[in-house]
T-cell receptor, first 114, second 115 residues
């Protein structure tokens, strides 16, 4: 079975600073990887996804993530954080074609200082 | 295109009562999944319904049940509520076609408080 680890429970950055949220997965084959964001009081929204091909994927709101097979990682990055990016971020892994139930990490809470 | 709609958004119950939550998926989406979200346990998968049949089930007691109707709308029920059932219950819909890869579209959730 697949699993996901988000090592950081909380991350604090200053507005305008760069951001990297870590995600490590465990799965025997090439996984399907997702990043979701949850703003306070809201459901989860898909930021980006990786299925195959280019290992650097672009998402919404200026986010990108890089798939590194050798490190079993799929870290989320943003060059300049805005105060509105403060939210909970979830990494998720699917077990490939035909797997409809992704496994979610515990989430990383992003705090943005002005 | 309307998103996933969950009702009610907030509710308060007492121990021992039961509760029913409703979820209307995005039009055309035939798969509905339910998740429980708590600060301590994170996002926990409850079950998934597709074509009115439960296709996947998480590790929750039998007090948690669900169903799906012919129009793809889904309900989940929790009987004999316990304090630990206090949580945000999230519904997610997806296409669940052969090319689908697990991308989910979430509703805003139903916040249940058990007193």
């Amino acid at each position: 079975a697949q699993s996901v680890t988000q090592p950081d429970i909380h991350i604090t950055v200053s507005e305008g600073a760069s951001l990297e949220l870590r995600c490590n997965y465990s799965y025997g084959a090439t996984p399907y990887l997702f990043w979701y964001v949850q703003s306070p009081g809201q459901g989860l929204q898909l930021l980006l996804k990786y299925f195959s091909g280019d290992t650097l994927v672009q998402g919404i709101k200026g986010f990108e993530a890089e798939f590194k097979r050798s490190q079993s990682s799929f870290n989320l990055r943003k060059p300049s954080v805005h105060w509105s990016d403060a939210a909970e971020y979830f990494c998720a892994v699917g077990a490939g074609q035909g797997s409809y139930i992704p496994t979610f990490g515990r989430g990383t809470s992003l705090i943005v200082h002005p | 295109k309307a998103g996933v709609t969950q009702t009610p958004r907030y509710l308060i119950k007492t121990r021992g009562q039961q509760v029913t939550l409703s979820c209307s998926p995005i039009s055309g989406h035939r798969s509905v999944s339910w998740y429980q979200q708590t600060p301590g346990q994170g996002l926990q998968f409850l079950f998934e319904y597709f074509s009115e049949t439960q296709r996947n089930k998480g590790n929750f007691p039998g007090r948690f049940s669900g169903r799906q109707f012919s129009n793809s709308r889904s309900e989940m029920n929790v009987s004999t509520l316990e304090l630990g059932d206090s949580a945000l219950y999230l519904c997610a819909s997806s296409l669940r076609t052969s090319g689908n890869t697990g991308e989910l579209f979430f509703g805003e959730g139903s916040r249940l408080t058990v007193l």
